[in-house]
């Protein structure tokens, strides 16, 4: 089973911030968070992952609390395109490996 | 660089065939994972190799198999096809296999549609 848990769904206005809490309790000390998104049924898209420091790249900020059992992905200028399933994924550590599980993740619709 | 390549894009098949669906990973990637996604179950695991070697697995039956040559291109084969297996199937390539503890990025191909009638 995956080892986030996130919104099924939000609303954000075109131009505006999109913000995207996720919830991992139980994460490791050495494990990444990880921030995927999945458009039309395309293959997912990596975005952004980050361990205990906040992180950024062009195309979006990964903000992680301290004690590291939430995130925050932000898409700071939200554009239609951006409409899309995001996925936030930690590893689980099963059978000696690693797997990188999906949960439902949530569906963002940017709107006009 | 060239992305990860997914052949074929599309296919049909019958109830009871078999069918073999292959993944080009990044150059220099040197682990593959297979993933299933359907409307309802959304994205599952289903393997991962690295090295030529099946690190990992996930919950599917035997009828799900794969491998992985030495130059790192994968295959992965339904065996006995049913309408369950409908799908769009990824690969994902990442550098690292899934038995490092740093930080292992997938990057996924744009999928193989499976249509089983």
């Known amino acids: 089973d995956a080892k986030t848990t996130q919104p099924p769904s939000m609303d954000c206005a075109e131009g505006r911030a999109a913000n995207l809490p996720c919830n991992h309790s139980?994460?490791?000390?050495?494990?990444?968070v990880y921030w995927y998104r999945q458009i039309h049924s395309q293959g997912p898209q990596y975005i952004i992952h980050?361990?205990?420091n906040n992180e950024t790249n062009e195309m979006a900020s990964l903000i992680i609390t301290e004690d590291r059992k939430s995130s925050t992905l932000i898409l700071p200028h939200a554009t239609l395109r951006d409409t899309a399933v995001y996925y936030c994924?930690?590893?689980?550590?099963?059978?000696?490996?690693?797997?990188?599980?999906f949960g439902a993740g949530t569906r963002l619709f940017v709107k006009a | 660089k060239a992305g990860v390549t997914q052949t074929p894009r599309y296919l049909i098949k019958t109830r009871g065939q078999q069918v073999t669906l292959s993944c080009s990973p990044i150059?220099?990637?040197?682990?593959v994972s297979w993933y299933q996604q359907t409307p309802g179950q959304g994205l599952q695991f289903l393997f991962e190799?690295?090295?030529?070697?099946?690190?990992n697995k996930g919950n599917f039956p035997g009828r799900f198999s794969g491998r992985q040559f030495s130059n790192s291109r994968s295959e992965m084969n339904v065996s006995t096809l049913e309408l369950g297996d409908s799908a769009l199937y990824l690969c994902?390539?990442?550098?690292?296999?899934?038995?490092?503890?740093?930080?292992?990025?997938?990057?996924f191909g744009a999928g193989s549609r499976l249509t089983v009638l």
């Open positions: 150059s220099g990637h040197r682990s």
């Open positions: 994924i930690v590893r689980v550590d099963e059978s000696g490996g690693f797997k990188t599980i």
């Open positions: 980050g361990l205990k």
């Open positions: 994902a390539s990442s550098f690292f296999g899934g038995d490092t503890s740093g930080a292992n990025v997938l990057t």
């Open positions: 139980t994460i490791s000390g050495n494990e990444y």
């Open positions: 190799y690295f090295s030529e070697t099946q690190r």
